[in-house]
């Protein structure tokens, strides 16, 4: 099955910035959101942020304003800029495609996931 691709990821200092790219597979029926979680060893994996395909955004709280989500739509893209890191944003930022396929009952919602970028946050 097809993957989103992520890219972006790297090594930065604290207060510096990072942007993330995902290119979505695009082969959904009817994509409903694109989003960023991130997930450290040992930990649940948790929402950074998302953006439905009506351009509705949702933010982690801990991200205080410093990331910003936006998506291109017709190129299947999705970017997560972000400022101000701080060691605490080490993680592997993973992205998400959700939305619906066809199913012999119907619809079915799917959820594809990226592999994920690692970003590295030194202080």
């Known amino acids: 099955q097809a993957q989103p691709e992520e890219s972006g990821g790297g090594s930065v200092q604290a207060g510096g910035s990072l942007r993330l790219f995902c290119r979505a597979t695009?082969?959904?029926?009817?994509?409903?959101?694109l989003g960023w979680y991130r997930q450290v060893p040992g930990k649940m994996r948790e929402m950074v942020a998302t953006?439905?395909?009506?351009?509705?955004?949702e933010y982690a709280d801990f991200v205080r304003g410093r990331f910003t989500i936006s998506s291109d739509n017709p190129r299947n893209e999705v970017v997560l800029q972000m400022t101000r890191l701080e060691p605490e944003d080490t993680a592997s930022y993973s992205c998400?495609?959700?939305?619906?396929?066809?199913?012999?009952?119907?619809?079915?919602?799917?959820?594809?996931w990226g592999r994920g970028t690692l970003v590295t946050v030194t202080s």
């Open positions: 998400l495609e959700a939305g619906q396929v066809f199913s012999p009952t119907g619809y079915a919602d799917v959820e594809l």
């Open positions: 953006i439905t395909t009506r351009g509705s955004q």
């Open positions: 695009g082969t959904l029926f009817r994509r409903v959101k």
